[in-house]
C-alpha cells in the first residue's frame, strides 16, 4: 500500500463517526460507561422551523418556556449499525461521544445512578419507539458481566472528552423526544377561562358529538386549542348543540269544527 493510502487509513482511523449519539429507529442501542458530569443547557424547540435552537434572551422575553437538555460524554463500547445490529467497536474506534437526552431519560439515568451507581460499570441505552415519534422513550440499563478489566477502565476514563457545550446542529432535536406543545408559547392556545367555557359546554354534549369536534380540531386535549380556532371551535360547538339548527315549523292550524255524521 501506498504512504498516501496509509497517511488516508490512518487519518481515518482518528476520525470518530459523529460526536453524537444517535439512535433513530426502534430497538437501536448504544453500549458503553458514563464518563465525566452532566452538562445542562436550556433550549426551546421552535415550530415554524422545527428545529431545537437555544434558548436565549429574546425566547424568555416572548414568555416562551426552555426545555432543559442534559449532556454527558458517553464512551462507547458497541453501537447499533445501519442494518440494526449491536456492533463491538475495535479499541482504535472506540471513544467518547455526546449522549443529549431531555429531563425523563435523565431522570431514568438518575435513577439507575442511585441504584446501580455509574462508575466503573458498562451500561445499554436503548430507544424505544420508531422515528418521528414523540412519545419515545428509552432505556438505561447495567450489563451484566464480570467486573471491568482495569485497562479498559483506563482507557475509558483518560479518553479525550467531547465539549459539552457544542450543539448537533444537524439534528432537528437530540438523541430523546418531548411534547413538542410543552415549548409553544402559552398564548398560542386558547386562553384558561375560554377554555374552562368549551370544556363545560363540551361534557355537556353526547360522547359522539364531543369526539367530533374533538377530531375536527386534531385535539388530544382541549387546552392545546389553537387560539386562533377558537372562533371556528364555538360555531361548532354552537352546531353541535342545535343552536344553529333551523327553526322547526310551526304546527298545522286546527283543523275546523265539523259535524259527526254518525252522531245520534
Known amino acids: 500500500m501506498s504512504s498516501a493510502w496509509d497517511r488516508a487509513s490512518q487519518r481515518a482511523d482518528e476520525v470518530q463517526s459523529g460526536v453524537f449519539v ?11 460507561i458514563f464518563v465525566g458530569d452532566p452538562e445542562i443547557e436550556e433550549t426551546f424547540f421552535n415550530p415554524k422551523t422545527n428545529r431545537t435552537e437555544t434558548y436565549t434572551e429574546q425566547h424568555k422575553a416572548q414568555n416562551l418556556t426552555a426545555q432543559p437538555v442534559f449532556k454527558m460524554n458517553f464512551y462507547v463500547l458497541a453501537e447499533t449499525n445501519e442494518r440494526g445490529a449491536l456492533i463491538a ?3 482504535k474506534e472506540r471513544g467518547c461521544k455526546i449522549l443529549s437526552v431531555k429531563a425523563p431519560t435523565f431522570k431514568e439515568i438518575r435513577l439507575v445512578k442511585e441504584k446501580y451507581g455509574l462508575d466503573r460499570k458498562v ?6 419507539g420508531a422515528k418521528g415519534q414523540t412519545n419515545t422513550r428509552y432505556t438505561i440499563m447495567p450489563e451484566e458481566q464480570p467486573p471491568l478489566d482495569a485497562a479498559l477502565l483506563k482507557e475509558a476514563y483518560e479518553a479525550k472528552r467531547q465539549d459539552l457545550k457544542r ?3 444537524s439534528a432537528q432535536t437530540d438523541v430523546d423526544s418531548y411534547d413538542r406543545a410543552k415549548a409553544a408559547s402559552a398564548s398560542d392556545f386558547v386562553d384558561p377561562e375560554t377554555l374552562t367555557t368549551i370544556i363545560a359546554r363540551l361534557k355537556a354534549l353526547p360522547h359522539e358529538k364531543m369526539v367530533r369536534w374533538m377530531t375536527t380540531f386534531g385535539l388530544a386535549q382541549v387546552k392545546l386549542l ?7 371551535s364555538k360555531r361548532l360547538l354552537d352546531e353541535l348543540e342545535g343552536k344553529n339548527a333551523a327553526a322547526p315549523p310551526p304546527p298545522p292550524p286546527p283543523a275546523p269544527a265539523t259535524i259527526d255524521p254518525f252522531a245520534v
Do not use: N
Open 123 to 128: 451500561f445499554e441505552v436503548r430507544r424505544h
Open 226 to 232: 389553537p387560539r386562533a380556532k377558537i372562533d371556528e
Open 89 to 91: 467497536l475495535a479499541p
Open 22 to 32: 444517535k439512535l433513530q429507529a426502534d430497538g437501536d442501542r448504544v453500549v458503553g
Open 167 to 169: 450543539r448537533d446542529e
